[in-house]
């Protein structure tokens, strides 16, 4: 998906093809969340006035780096994980037995469906940790490439929150459904929190 | 620049080359949110159910082209004022004389440097007022993609906002700057707002 360039996967996103959805737009911003932070990592490193944290960064560029791979293989993961979910929609519910076989495909396709989006909820909260290690250790000059990553991350956890509520709102799997969305909100909680703070902070290390 | 494929485009985001920055990037999550709203439109556009608001859709879709494309625009413009900045910031400031003609290139590049973010937060607002007639009379089987589109331009929105800051704040022109910046309040104001409002509706159609 992501070897589409940024103009066709945009006009994919912006048709009615259902791959990529809002899911995959989410992992891919989250990783254009934490980009921003490898950015600031990368105008840091080798830079005499912040060699104290110079193995700091090291260690962050890494994190960035497997966290940005794991995001653009939720884009696809999303896309797959949207087929199952069409193809139960697509079943015949004409009779109870016909209906009951449509349910049965529809609560598995769910499953799955809901997990992709839980994960890049997942993941864009690691990226918030790591941009809030950025905002304290990277370099003043690019302090606003934080932000504006914590920014993305912050929108991107709040979409695949969306995308896993429009799944779970259909689980039948009452134990499954309310530990999806038990997680979630202390995720959403926890970390919208901690985004604003660190855009807070970008905002007032730039107007003084 | 969006002629990249969205891999390379986190690449560059990510390294130590000036452009793609912070302020190209909200330009394209700002288009990424407006794409969301074309994809409800066009799963909307044809459908029976939705026949009493198909001209409206069809007039939402044209103005999301243009904003699409004008947003695409900026991410180049954006690369574009940074090289007058980047420029500035290398003059020479041994001399007086020297000093004087570095703030003097440095005070124009900075007018351009805030405009173009300045209009990428004007794209951004411009974005949730049709992510807003979208959750209302777009399909409610996307429901959810409006929202995320209003979380991606929200988030756009304060991104630019940090973009033009960086620059204002470094303003000696005190009425240019505070012409800026109380325009970008208000926006910010109005439009964050706007963006909540859609969001929590998107919210309570899905989960009821």
Redesign the interface.
């Given at each position: 998906?992501?070897?589409?360039?940024?103009?066709e996967?945009?006009?994919v996103?912006?048709?009615?093809e259902p791959v990529p959805?809002?899911g995959g737009?989410?992992a891919?911003?989250g990783?254009?969340g934490i980009?921003?932070g490898?950015?600031v990592g990368?105008?840091t490193l080798g830079k005499k006035k912040y060699q104290d944290v110079e193995e700091d960064i090291k260690v962050l560029q890494e994190k960035?780096e497997t966290l940005?791979k794991e995001l653009?293989e939720l884009v696809d993961k999303d896309a797959e994980a949207f087929f199952p979910l069409s193809q139960a929609y697509g079943l015949p519910k004409n009779t109870e037995e016909e209906k009951a076989e449509r349910d049965r495909v529809l609560q598995n396709a769910l499953v799955g469906a809901s997990e992709v989006p839980l994960n890049i909820a997942r993941c864009c909260c690691k990226a918030i940790d790591l941009l809030e290690e950025y905002s304290e250790k990277g370099t003043r000059i690019?302090i606003?490439?934080v932000?504006?990553?914590a920014?993305?991350a912050?929108?991107?956890l709040?979409?695949a929150k969306?995308?896993v509520?429009?799944n779970t709102?259909l689980m039948k799997n009452e134990s499954l459904k309310g530990a999806i969305e038990s997680e979630l909100e202390e995720l959403v909680r926890k970390y919208t929190e901690k985004a604003d703070g660190i855009?807070a902070a970008?905002?007032k290390s730039?107007?003084?």
């Open positions: 998906m992501l070897e589409k360039s940024c103009i996967f945009l006009a996103l912006s048709s009615k959805g809002g737009a989410c891919y911003v990783a254009l980009a921003l490898s950015m990368n105008l960035s940005k653009k690019a606003s490439d932000g504006v990553g920014y993305f912050k929108a991107a709040l979409g969306l995308n509520l429009i709102n855009c970008v905002e730039i107007v003084g």
